[in-house]
C-alpha cells in the first residue's frame, strides 16, 4: 500500500510509501489521504499525527505524478477529479484540530511541499531540498496552498519561490521560516517533540490552534467566539486536572 496509518500510543503516523517513485503521489493517493487522516483525527486516544516517508533517508514526497498527470490532464474530467483531491488533502489537514508535523529527510517538491506547508510544524535534515515548481510546467498553484506558503515565510519570499521554481536547500529553508527546525535526526527530534506535546493539555492545543488559525484568517481582535473559547477552558477536565497536579507538586496526567 502506497499510504498507510499506523498508530502508537498517543502517536499516529501517516506513511508514504512509494520509494521507487521517490513517494509521488498517484490520484489514488490523494483520494486515500483524507480517510487516513480522519481515521487519526476520529481516534480518541490519538494526540499527534506525524507525517513521513516510510523509509528514511529517503524522498518525503516528489509532488504529482508527473507521468499520470501529463496523461490525464488533458481529460477535463480527470482533472477536476484530480485538483478536488488535492485540494481535499490540502483543507482537511490544514484544517486537522489535533497538531500535526511533517518529518522530512530529503526531496520535498511540489504537492510534496503542500502536504508539508498543511501541517503545523515541518522538521527537516540536512539532506531535504524544498521547492514549488508550477513555474516549470506552466501551471499556477492553487490560492489556499498559495496562502499557506505565504502564512509561512511572507509575501515577497514566497513571489521568490514561485517565480523561479528553485529548489532550496534545508538551511535556506530554515533562515525563510519554511520550515520550524533543522535537526541532524528529524525523526529522533520530531519524535522527542510529539511525546512533549503528548504530555501536555490536548484541550489547549486544540483550541489554541483555532485561535491562531483564526488569526491567520484575519481576526485580530476577541470576539464572542474567541471569548467562549478562553472562559470554557476554565470548565474543562485538562484544567482541573493541571490545577489539581500544580498544587499537590507531581506531574499532570491529561
Known amino acids: 500500500m502506497t499510504l498507510r496509518l499506523e498508530k502508537e500510543g498517543k502517536i499516529a503516523r501517516l506513511l508514504i510509501d512509494r520509494p521507487a517513485k521517490r513517494n509521488a ?11 487516513l487522516l480522519a481515521d487519526a483525527m476520529a481516534d480518541s486516544a490519538i494526540r499527534i499525527l506525524m507525517v513521513h516517508a516510510s523509509t528514511r533517508d529517503s524522498a518525503f514526497c516528489a509532488g504529482a505524478d508527473i507521468g499520470e498527470f501529463g496523461t490525464g490532464s488533458s481529460d477535463p474530467v480527470w482533472r477536476a477529479r484530480n485538483q478536488a483531491a488535492i485540494g481535499k488533502v490540502q483543507h482537511d ?8 508535523m511533517a518529518v522530512i529527510d530529503g526531496d520535498c517538491i511540489g504537492g510534496g511541499c503542500g502536504i508539508a506547508l498543511a501541517c503545523d510544524l515541518r522538521i527537516a535534515g540536512p539532506a531535504a531540498r524544498f521547492g514549488i515548481t ?5 501551471l499556477v498553484y492553487p490560492l489556499h496552498d498559495t496562502k499557506l506558503l505565504v502564512d509561512a515565510v511572507g509575501p515577497s519570499q514566497a513571489k521568490r519561490i514561485l517565480f523561479t521554481g528553485q529548489i532550496l536547500p534545508a538551511e535556506e529553508a530554515l533562515r525563510i521560516g519554511l520550515i520550524t527546525l533543522l535537526a541532524d535526526n528529524p525523526y529522533g527530534e520530531a519524535m522527542a517533540m510529539a511525546e512533549t506535546m503528548a504530555s501536555v493539555s490536548s484541550h489547549s492545543q486544540r483550541m489554541s490552534k483555532r485561535v491562531i488559525q483564526r488569526i ?8 464572542a467566539e474567541s471569548e467562549a473559547l478562553f472562559n470554557a477552558a476554565f470548565d474543562s477536565d485538562d484544567f482541573k486536572e493541571g490545577v489539581s497536579a500544580f498544587l499537590e507538586k507531581r506531574k499532570p496526567e491529561f
Open 216 to 223: 491567520l484568517e484575519g481576526q485580530a481582535d476577541d470576539d
Open 134 to 138: 508550477p513555474a516549470k510546467l506552466g
Open 25 to 35: 503521489f498517484t490520484q489514488d493517493m490523494w483520494e486515500l489521504f483524507p480517510d
Open 93 to 100: 489537514l490544514a484544517q486537522a484540530p489535533k497538531p500535526t
